[in-house]
């Protein structure tokens, strides 16, 4: 369960508008990404290859959340600085969030990859970055 609620605050903070679940083992999770909900040929496969014992904390999925309310992305990249952003997580939850603690969160996120899926085999990745 929280692999996907990770997956979606993750996906839709890179743009996807919908998510359609195909497929859940003990090591992964697939689904659909579709990037216009009137538009099924805007679509976009994908697999993550992690346990659900692996998903990220709840605090990395904030700060996904984050992202994703307040269209911080460009493309992947964060349009903030670590410090404004920083501001606006603790601002989200109530509390000042140490600049050591952040970065625990934020090198969480940065080190996660999806791999996008073509005809079946894995081509790319989502991620986001600096």
């Known amino acids: 369960m929280r692999r996907r609620q990770f997956l979606n605050e993750f996906l839709m903070a890179?743009?996807?508008?919908?998510?359609?679940?195909k497929s859940e083992t003990d090591t992964s999770i697939s689904g659909v990404v579709f990037y216009e909900v009137n538009d099924p040929e805007e679509y976009?496969?994908?697999?993550?290859?992690?346990?659900?014992?692996?998903?990220?904390?709840?605090?990395?999925?904030?700060?996904?959340?984050?992202?994703?309310?307040?269209?911080?992305?460009?493309?992947?990249?964060?349009?903030?600085?670590?410090?404004?952003?920083?501001?606006?997580?603790?601002?989200?939850i109530g509390r000042i969030v140490s600049?050591?603690?952040?970065?625990?969160?934020?090198?969480?996120?940065?080190?996660?990859?999806v791999s996008m899926v073509d005809e079946g085999s894995e081509t790319d990745v989502y991620f986001i970055h600096e």
């Open 14 to 21: 890179l743009g996807a508008k919908q998510i359609h679940w």
């Open 44 to 92: 976009q496969e994908f697999i993550w290859h992690a346990k659900e014992s692996e998903s990220p904390s709840a605090e990395v999925t904030n700060l996904a959340q984050l992202i994703k309310e307040h269209s911080l992305l460009s493309i992947d990249k964060i349009k903030v600085s670590r410090c404004d952003l920083r501001k606006l997580y603790s601002k989200k």
């Open 99 to 113: 600049e050591s603690e952040f970065l625990v969160y934020l090198e969480t996120l940065f080190s996660i990859e």
